[in-house]
């Protein structure tokens, strides 16, 4: 990122000496490195939340999709149903009804019928 090579950080190093001074330059130097630390951390934590949030967007629309699946389906077997349903109900509808008027019949025969087989044979 910064592309800075040894013979800079050597320079940078014989200044910070010069400036601060040897007595002076483990401090800072250990400072600098706790701060620069104290970074590198808050950088990694800021990077995890970021990806923990990608993540979670990604399963809300994987949960968005598997639930539209399941409705989709769910639809398609209720239709299916349904059509088998009136397949089946209509002839079930059709012979009920057919039972009904063979009864009918021959509940209106009966009469005439009981009225045959009670006639003496001649």
Do not use: C, W
Not at 36 to 49: C, H, I, M, P
Not at 61 to 74: G, P, Y
Not at 86 to 98: H, I, K, N
Request: zero cysteines.
């Amino acid at each position: 990122m910064f592309d800075i090579g040894f013979s800079e950080l050597m320079v940078i190093g014989v200044v910070a000496l010069l400036v601060i001074g040897p007595e002076r330059l483990p401090k800072v130097a250990r400072t600098l490195g706790h701060l620069l630390g104290r970074a590198q951390r808050y950088v990694n934590d800021v990077k995890s939340d970021i990806n923990r949030e990608i993540q979670l967007d990604e399963l809300k629309k994987l949960q968005t999709q598997v639930t539209d699946s399941a409705r989709a389906l769910e639809d398609s077997v209720r239709k299916e149903y349904e059509t088998a349903r009136s397949v089946v109900e209509t002839p079930a509808q059709e012979a009920v009804a057919g039972l009904e008027a063979a009864t009918k019949q021959v509940a209106e025969s009966a009469p005439a019928l009981t009225e045959t087989l009670n006639k003496p044979a001649a």
